[in-house]
């Protein structure tokens, strides 16, 4: 068999580096990829890719062949003479790896990068980046970015194999990301990077939050957990979007950890957020939501937490029929999506209370879903 491999059925804004790329994730140890182009200029729709042995060559084949990439199922067979040699090799032939920075691939190409922050956000993720082609489509991987490489490893033993939209991700440091190649391909320099700013005492980082969370909610739920808080604050990119983290900063240590003790794991907005001490991320809590301290529970109203997205208020509605509910009200964040919560509303105290004993822990839509008292501040 040749050393050099045919690789076909590839989607128009597949580049060599994507190719020789795509190689690297499954071990095939590549030397070399190109992208066939016609004259016009415009891919040809396949590639040669070029190996060291004929055993790399055949393992390769065994490996992609058939493969699901970038929407295609490519075709993968040894190279039968198509006149054009493949010479050019990718700069990054001998991959650096980046201990601060995951390629997450085998992303379904439903999956945004709101989804994806949302899963690393426990793993303090400072940057996501998905990948889109020319056509304004997902290329199916992403690049997510840490603060440290403990951070980076324990999100990768944690996240490689996980599934995300019914996809078990393919998790690897990131070769090359974030390295600036001098004009030799074999010398490289990292960039200059600010050093990261040490953990703030007392002050917890809150991850796992929906996107539509706010700085009085959080603190809010923190005040109904009686964990006395001193400032909330929701963390968010330079485009304006939260990335699904925040920090919270209490008077003492022992709050601090009295505070995860109280909420971590616990739900909030239909999802369970993860609490634990602060490992530094040069962000600070400084502004104080105006939240009086002081909490009224509402014995005639039920806060339902833990709702799957697709539960409608009309389910809501008839499994709470037999109380007889006042009103069930589903609330929605700003663009339009569930918040994984409602509250339904009684006559009585008497009818919430029983309802509170019969449904706390009933499943709808295959989610055990929380409720208690709801609780409004004076």
């Known amino acids: 068999m040749s050393q050099a491999l045919y690789v076909g059925n590839l989607a128009w804004e597949v580049t060599d580096d994507d190719l020789f790329n795509l190689c690297v994730e499954y071990q095939t140890n590549p030397v070399s990829a ?13 590639g040669l890719v070029s190996f060291n042995s004929e055993e790399d060559a055949n393992n390769a084949v065994a490996q992609l062949n058939e493969l699901e990439y970038q929407g295609r199922n490519i075709v993968v067979r040894e190279d039968r003479g198509t006149n054009v040699k493949a010479e050019r090799k990718p700069r990054n032939t001998e991959p650096v790896t980046s201990g601060l920075s995951l390629y997450v691939g085998n992303l379904s190409w439903s999956t945004s990068e709101e989804a994806i922050a949302q899963e690393f956000a426990q793993f303090n993720a400072t940057e996501v980046s998905l990948k889109f082609g020319r056509d304004g489509r997902s290329r199916g991987y992403a690049i997510v ?24 991700l393919k998790c690897r440091f990131d070769e090359g990301a974030g390295l600036k190649y001098k004009k030799s391909p074999d010398v490289y320099t990292e960039p200059k990077s600010s050093t990261a700013a040490p953990p703030t005492p007392n002050t917890l980082y809150i991850g796992n939050l929906p996107w539509e969370v706010t700085d009085d909610d959080l603190f809010k739920f923190f005040v109904d957990s009686n964990t006395n808080p001193v400032s909330a604050g929701v963390v968010y990119t330079r485009s304006g979007r939260s990335q699904g983290y925040a920090l919270v900063s209490f008077n003492s240590e022992e709050e601090a950890a009295n505070a995860i003790e109280q909420v971590n794991e616990v739900e909030f907005q239909g999802r369970n957020i993860v609490a634990r001490m602060d490992r530094g991320t040069g962000v600070k809590t400084e502004r104080r939501p105006k939240v009086e301290r002081e909490q009224v529970v509402n014995e005639l109203a039920l806060f339902v937490g833990n709702l799957s997205w697709s539960t409608t208020e009309e389910a809501i509605a008839q499994e709470f029929a037999q109380f007889n509910p006042a009103e069930v009200s589903l609330k929605f964040g700003r663009d339009g999506r569930s918040r994984g919560y409602a509250i339904v509303s009684f006559a009585s105290s008497d009818e919430a209370q029983a309802a509170l004993e019969a449904m706390n822990g009933f499943v709808m839509d295959e989610r055990e879903i929380k409720c208690r008292f709801d609780s409004r501040g004076n």
């Open 145 to 168: 970015s840490f603060e440290t490489e403990a951070e980076a490893q324990a999100a990768l033993e944690v996240m490689n194999g996980a599934t995300i939209d019914e996809r078990e």
């Open 34 to 46: 190109q992208i066939v182009f016609g004259r016009t200029g415009r891919s040809q729709g396949y």
